[in-house]
Nanobody, 124 residues
Framework: QVQLVESGGGLVTAGGSLRLSCAAS????????MGWFRQAPGKEREFVGA????????FYADSVKDRFTISRDNAKNTVYLQMNSLKPEDTAVYYC?????????????????WGQGTQVTVSS
């Protein structure tokens, strides 16, 4: 099992950057693939990106491709979401999620563990 805590959210102006962190408890972080999702008011939870447990493979939604970057540091039990060139439509609560698998998934139903979320607000 793993517990996840997101941090790094806040208010930023359009075009700015934020770096979200997801800290995981436990000693087996390296066996989990990790995903980032977001949910805006009135909308379904949306896939943002994912990273394999090895860190050697990533995948992104078209809406954030070339702007967001996922990385992980297994020694620190942490996964990151670097968010650049932020747009107002990026405003949402951002969640990290873990899956005990060597593969990553785009469906939130596939993930076993979730953080509490961190709010990202992008103003114009």
């Amino acid at each position: 099992q793993v517990q996840l805590v997101e941090s790094g959210g806040g208010l930023v102006t359009a075009g700015g950057s934020l770096r979200l962190s997801c800290a995981a408890s436990g000693r087996t972080f390296s066996r989990y693939s990790m995903g980032w999702f977001r949910q805006a008011p009135g909308k379904e939870r949306e896939f943002v990106g994912a990273i394999a447990r090895s860190g050697g493979s990533t995948f992104y939604a078209d809406s954030v491709k070339d702007r967001f970057t996922i990385s992980r540091d297994n020694a620190k039990n942490t996964v990151y979401l670097q968010m650049n060139s932020l747009k107002p439509e990026d405003t949402a609560v951002y969640y990290c999620a873990a899956k005990d698998s060597s593969f990553y998934y785009t469906s939130p139903k596939r993930y076993d563990y979730w953080g509490q979320g961190t709010q990202v607000t992008v103003s114009s």
